[in-house]
DNA sequence: AAACCGGGGTC
DNA sequence: GACCCAGGTTT
């Protein structure tokens, strides 16, 4: 049998092991509320390697919340770029904006005022409340939501809301009233460091004596998911037109993929229809003719989450003027300032070694 | 409850 | 290639 885990044990076991073996992240060196804001919007889905060096420019650029709120969104997005899940970079910047003009610059401090920025959910909130503002919550992340359910010996699928509901109730029975920001980032450190999905590090676990799958040894079936649907396989065309020197891109539309990033124009093949015929539908929607035949330079492929998507990629002189405002020549050192997604540099990429006619 | 929204680390 | 990640919003 484990150790009973009403004791205050478990959290004191697990916070000495964490104030030994955490690692140093840069949002750990100087946490204050914004700094956590910004790590906590990133770490969204994202794993912390990935979001270091972002973080690190991130902050460079936008020092504070007022001078993230008085930025460009256009900028904010550029710093995003090949992050992913662009709307959080949009949700960060109006949560700014929203607290500089109408909070007066001051982050609520309490979960339920959190929750209510743009951004900001269950977790997020939870996570401000207790590493910023010192409150007595759990935030329960992928991390967290695996380490409570083996502690607690949980066996249905912690994907499910009720599930992660009913972990967050039993882990908040945990959080220790000193000091509940380090409890909560111990918590994800554990799972990240430590209870690892695959393999887990028992042996070198300071809560494995509190550990129901370990006592069971269900560490190998616990935590359970639900199945996810495979993902759906799109074909796309794309095309290079270039003027001058320049290459024309467009804008993404707003609540679609890759939403405010910019890409070749492209259209989706329709069922049956070759990629030349969408390639020009691609051009005849901003209002230009192809002149003459659409040249091949290449083919990429890029996974989503819940998108396969192929691309082919051609090259055409068009004629006409432009009739769309989120259509635009840009040169190739523009490139650096825009908001690019990994997707999109992977078409222009191809569309660079495109010889300039 | 389920679908949509990226990209990459890691085994 | 599969799995997973410091999830939120919309439908």
């Known amino acids: 049998m484990p150790a009973p885990l009403s004791s205050p044990a478990c959290a004191r076991a697990l916070l000495v092991w964490y104030h030994r073996k955490k690692r140093d992240l840069p949002w750990r060196r100087e946490p204050s509320a914004y700094h956590t804001l ?3 919007l990133m770490l969204q889905q ?5 979001v270091v060096p972002y973080f690190e420019r991130f902050t460079t650029r936008f020092p504070t919340l007022q001078a993230l709120a008085a930025a460009r969104e256009e900028d904010v997005l550029a710093l995003w770029s090949g992050l992913g899940y662009y709307s959080r970079a949009r949700h960060l910047h109006r949560t700014a904006r929203l607290v500089v003009h109408q909070l ?4 609520p401090s309490n979960e339920e005022d959190l929750r209510q920025l743009p951004g900001v959910g269950a977790y997020t909130a939870a996570a401000l409340a207790a590493i910023a503002f010192s409150r007595r919550t759990l935030p329960v992340d992928g991390n967290v939501a695996r380490v409570l359910a083996r502690i607690l010996g949980e066996r249905r699928p912690i994907d499910r809301p009720a599930v992660r509901a009913g972990l967050r109730l039993q882990g908040e029975k945990l959080v220790p009233a000193q000091r509940p920001g380090d409890f909560a980032q111990a918590m994800m450190e554990l799972g990240a460091l430590c209870c690892l999905p695959r393999q887990p590090r028992c042996p070198q676990c300071p809560v494995a004596r509190f550990c129901r799958a370990r006592a069971q040894g269900a560490t190998g079936s616990i935590p359970l ?3 996810r649907p495979a993902r759906r396989r799109i074909h796309l065309a794309c095309v290079a037109v270039r003027r001058r020197g320049r290459l024309l891109l467009v ?6 993929l890759l939403a405010g990033t910019w890409v070749l124009p492209l259209q989706e093949l329709r069922a049956g229809e070759a990629a030349t015929r969408a390639a020009r539908r691609a051009l005849a929607g901003l209002g230009l003719r192809v002149e003459g035949s659409l040249r091949p330079v290449g083919n990429l492929r890029h996974v989503f989450t819940h998108r396969d998507a192929r691309a082919s990629v051609f090259s055409a ?6 009739e769309i405002p989120d259509a635009r020549w840009v040169r190739a050192d523009e490139l650096a300032s825009l908001p690019l997604s990994t997707f999109g540099r992977k078409m222009i990429a191809i ?3 495109v010889a300039i006619v």
């Open 38 to 40: 910004v790590s906590e």
């Open 46 to 50: 994202t794993v912390v390697a990935a």
């Open 104 to 107: 007066g610059g001051a982050l």
């Open 225 to 227: 998911r639900a199945k």
């Open 251 to 256: 804008r993404r539309p707003a609540k679609t």
């Open 317 to 322: 002189h068009a004629r006409g003027r432009i």
């Open 351 to 353: 569309a660079q070694r």
